[in-house]
């Protein structure tokens, strides 16, 4: 498994210019390992440092660029006369005599490349377990796992923004599990579905006869997520002198229960998260500004599904796996059902794709979804439906049976259809005909004359109607 080191790598063998350049990389704070050229192969096996520095005068171009083939995911400076090397990771060439600024800017290079290519960045068994959920190869999920990465490890506040659905949560547990916190509790609490009396007893608790029905003491959320971390959903729903009450939760690490006089200290990590946009609620006055500054220590903003649509191929597979393996049936998608599933804009996001996924594995269990399958509002592709060709005979025999059947007799005035067959007989096909036709008219107008819309109330296909109102001369007007 790779592993990033901070260190810088010198290659080369000690003299009096390898010395200055190794004073000025540690007067600027860096740690920096000289090596031999025969020594090098052994150091980057499993290691990705911050830089490798080659002097060139010592290496071959041809060796300098087998080197940097070699090794793709790190970032080189070359020492020395500047050589004619077109490679994406050898960012540059220090220039003597060394100067500060041109250093600084070489270093900073370096960082953004490590930054940018960061596939091999260690994961332990928790991250790649727990990184399935958090699920895409998009830019915006990337940088989410790199946040991730980054934050997890500190005890600083996050506060994860985005629009509802978008999978806050998710990220939430992910920070949690690959913490310092993880042998503690994960306690989720959305504030906005707590009645605004009833929060402040959910988050610290209450002592025995504090109020109307506290019949025994009660631990709060912050009591039970002790050692662990505290995740506080929709925290933009939270009512005005509870973000007081939070606040010095947050600076003192201290709260008292609701009716209780003793201070219990706090050991917990808060994660909060919102749909809300925080900054425009404090100048309406309807968020704490000191609060929210404590809270967003360290923001990550979760990207919209229509913002990574490249992703919901993926997502759909992770979907169909979890409703699989919770034993309800498994569907399948077409290829176009998959474009066209790209095409939507879905406002509910991730969560959206998810019930879709779920309605229609109880629709067509094992069975292969197609555009036509999908619900109206998901098909953004025109496809020819495949209808099975049926003939006219055929039609008029199933039209004839269903009349016989038992399913609930259809409606038929009897000022135009007799109750009983007259002594003269009926022109079974003219009435067969002249009902289809009164059915489709009156679906049509109860519809608007939207045609896929009345076809679903008859019980039939869009393509199946639009046939037969070709067949009787019929249009929308």
Same mark, same amino acid.
């Given at each position: ?15 009096? $210019? ?38 060139? &005068?010592? /290496?071959? %171009? ?34 003597? #005599? ?6 600084? @800017? ?22 790649? %377990? ?66 605004? +009396?009833?929060? &402040? ?6 002592? =025995? ?16 997520? +002790? ?10 729903? *939270?009512?005005? /002198? *509870? ?9 003192? =690490?201290?709260?008292? $229960?609701?009716?209780?006089? %003793? ?5 917990? $990590? ?8 925080? +900054? ?13 500054? $404590? ?46 599933? %790209? ?21 067509? #269990? ?26 006219? @005979? ?12 038992? !399913? !609930? ?10 109750? @009983? ?34 076809? @679903? *109330? ?10 037969? *109102? ?8």
């Amino acid at each position: 498994m790779m592993q990033t080191d901070q260190r810088i790598l010198l290659v080369g063998n000690p003299s009096e $210019r390898i010395n200055r350049l190794l004073c000025v990389f540690e007067f600027l704070g860096e740690q920096v390992e000289l090596v031999g050229f025969d020594k090098l192969e052994l150091h980057t096996a499993k290691t990705r440092f911050r830089s490798i520095v080659l002097p060139t &005068e010592t /290496q071959s %171009k041809e060796l300098i660029q087998s080197l940097a083939s070699a090794l793709p995911w790190q970032p080189f400076l070359l020492l020395g006369e500047q050589l004619d090397i077109k490679m994406s990771n050898i960012l540059g060439c220090v220039e003597e #005599p060394l100067n500060y600024p041109q250093l600084t @800017e070489m270093l900073h290079f370096c960082q953004v490349f490590g930054q940018v290519k960061r596939p091999e960045v260690p994961t332990s068994a928790n991250q790649t %377990k727990l990184f399935r959920s958090l699920v895409g190869r998009s830019q915006g999920v990337a940088n989410v796992r790199h946040l991730i990465n980054q934050v997890a490890s500190s005890e600083a506040t996050v506060l994860i923004l985005g629009q509802s659905g978008t999978g806050k949560e998710v990220v939430a547990r992910n920070i949690h599990y690959i913490s310092d916190r993880s042998s503690g509790p994960f306690i989720p609490v959305n504030c906005g579905a707590i009645p605004a +009396e009833l929060l &402040e007893s959910e988050l610290f608790g209450h002592e =025995k006869g504090s109020f109307t029905g506290a019949i025994s003491a009660r631990k709060g959320r912050f009591e039970l997520a +002790e050692k662990g971390t505290l995740f506080l959903d929709e925290i933009g729903d *939270m009512p005005l /002198q *509870m973000q007081v009450k939070l606040l010095r939760v947050l600076q003192e =690490k201290v709260f008292e $229960r609701v009716g209780g006089t %003793k201070s219990i200290s706090t050991d917990v $990590r808060v994660v909060a998260a919102t749909h809300r946009d925080l +900054e425009s609620m404090i100048e309406a006055g309807d968020f704490r500004e000191d609060l929210y500054y $404590r809270l967003n220590v360290f923001p990550i903003e979760m990207p919209a599904l229509c913002e990574r649509k490249e992703d919901i191929p993926l997502l759909l597979q992770e979907l169909i796996s979890r409703v699989y393996n919770e034993g309800r049936g498994r569907v399948r998608f077409t290829q176009r059902a998959i474009e066209s599933l %790209k095409e939507h804009a879905w406002s509910g996001n991730v969560r959206e794709l998810s019930n879709l996924v779920e309605r229609l594995t109880i629709l067509y #269990p094992g069975g292969l979804v197609d555009v036509n399958d999908l619900p109206l509002k998901y098909r953004h592709i025109d496809v020819p439906e495949y209808c099975v060709e049926i003939s006219e @005979e055929q039609q008029e025999r199933d039209a004839f049976a269903s009349l016989f059947s038992d !399913e !609930e007799p259809i409606d038929i005035p009897e000022t135009r259809f007799p109750s @009983e067959l007259p002594p003269e007989g009926v022109n079974l096909k003219d009435l067969l005909a002249e009902l289809e036709i009164d059915m489709i008219r009156q679906a049509l107008d109860k519809q608007d004359n939207v045609v896929a819309r009345a076809a @679903e *109330m008859l019980g039939i296909r869009r393509t199946t109607l639009v046939e037969k *109102m070709r067949k009787y001369g019929l249009g929308k007007d």
